[in-house]
């Protein structure tokens, strides 16, 4: 039984490349905000693959929704309402996105 493709390895690549140089530019940022721009950059990288046909996943999740699992922890760090709903409708936008190119594959 896998529990990751090759396609979450490279997805996972190119989240730790992108937060490594985040915390090598900005090493002083406060561990709430630390914990969101990683939520960020797993959803973002995840939705990324998905749209690229990669389709990585983790212990049979996608990528994306392990990035969602995170900007939820995050944003009960945080406690701020506008936090939860603008990353929830990012995240509805993405999945309406991701299911329409589910149903209506590209020619």
């Known amino acids: 039984m896998y529990i990751f493709n090759i396609n ?12 490594s140089a985040l915390d090598y530019f900005f ?7 630390n914990a969101f721009i990683f939520g960020a950059i797993v959803f973002f990288v995840g939705v990324l693959g998905e ?7 983790f212990f049979f999740l996608p990528i994306w929704v392990s990035g969602i699992f995170l900007e ?16 929830l409708i990012i995240a509805i ?5 991701y299911a329409k190119r589910k149903i209506n594959p590209p020619l």
Do not use: H
């Open 8 to 19: 979450a390895a490279i997805c996972g690549f190119f989240i730790w490349a992108l937060v």
């Open 27 to 33: 090493p002083s940022m406060l561990p709430l905000w």
């Open 72 to 87: 939820f922890r995050a944003i009960f760090m945080f406690l701020s309402s506008w936090i939860f709903w603008s990353t």
């Open 93 to 97: 936008f993405c999945f309406l996105m």
């Open 51 to 57: 749209l690229l046909d990669l389709k990585p996943r």
